[in-house]
Structure formats: structure tokens, C-alpha cells
């Protein structure tokens, strides 16, 4: 009967290990197709839902339907033929630049007489071929607006305004009482007409001169 050595006996536990150690290995090789698979579809799947409020709020600062298209299309009206920029109708309205040009390369595809003088630059191109509206209600007055108007009316009512306010200038709900039309209108020409006109002074917040 052979004693075994203190080598054999190191040999069979090495060899008892390999065992146990590809064994494991055989589990995680296993393992590791799933864990590829859960974590490829980590992030797929619907977006978690807005909470109530959340959908609530959404709601309430949604803007009307057509309102955008009003205000984009009287501020092309009063641009006239220098057109306005993307970037300060944004200001003016109070929206991002996003949605406006979101806005140019959709809806405004649909409406003929927007054309585009260079990227983010557009103005009304012949005559303003704005959809005829439905006619307001018997006995309901319609608010006038220069929105109808000949392009270039609301710069020569502006102009004709601060031409006789003198040094103290007119706020711009000043001028747009004088020029029958409603402060947005007024707000918006400022910020992309009236830039043009070097003699048009700011004397202090919405409020504007003519340097003499």
C-alpha cells in the first residue's frame, strides 16, 4: 500500500478546485446572456407617466389652437418686406425658438405668401394670403386690428406718433391705443421693425422717442 506524498495530496485539492471553479464558470457563462438581455432593455418601454398635476399644469399653459399662427402672421404683417428673425419673434411672443421653427417648416407650409429670406429669416411675399375667417357673430363688435391691414400701415402710425410725442416719448400702450391696435402687435414691431430705425430711442422700459 502506497502512502501518498505531500505532493499527490496538493495535486488532488488543485485538481478539486479546477472542479469547483469550472463549475462556477459554467453558471456565470449562464448568467451572463440574461444579464446582457435585462440591460439592454433597461430604458426601453413607455416613458413613466406624468403625474395629475403635472398633466394638469400642461393643460392650463397649452396655447390656444390658431393663436400662434395670429401672432406669428402679425408680425410678419408689420415687419412689411424686411421680414422677421426666428430668434426675436421668440422674444417678443414669449416662446421658445424651437416652436417657432417648428411652426415655419410645418404649419407656415400651408399658408401661401410666407417665404423665407435665409435660414430663420422669413417675411410675407406678395399679397398677405391669410385663410378668410369666419364673419363675427350679429351684434358682436370684432376688435380692430392691424393684422388686416396694408403691410407697413403700423410702421407709419408708429412713426407718426413719436414724431409728435416729442422728448417724452409714448409707452408702447400708448402707441397702441393711438394706432387702434393691441399691445402685442406693438410689442412685437419694437422688437423686430423698430430695431431698423436708428432715430427710435428707448427712454425707458416700453417706452420710445424719436431722436431729433
Sequence with gaps: MS??????????SLLALEEKRAALQRQIDELQPRISAIRDRLFDGPAPSPSRSTSRTAVRRRTPRGALKQKVLAALESAGSAGVRVTELASALGTKAANLHAWFHSTAKNIPGIARI???HYRLHGSAARPATAPAPTGTARPTKVTGAKRGVLTEKILAHLGGAGSAG????ELAEKAGTNYRNVAVWFATTGKKFSKIKKVRPATYRLAA
Design 118 to 120: 435665409a435660414g430663420g
Design 3 to 12: 502512502i501518498p506524498t505531500p505532493r499527490i495530496e496538493r495535486l488532488k
Design 170 to 173: 409714448l409707452t408702447i400702450k
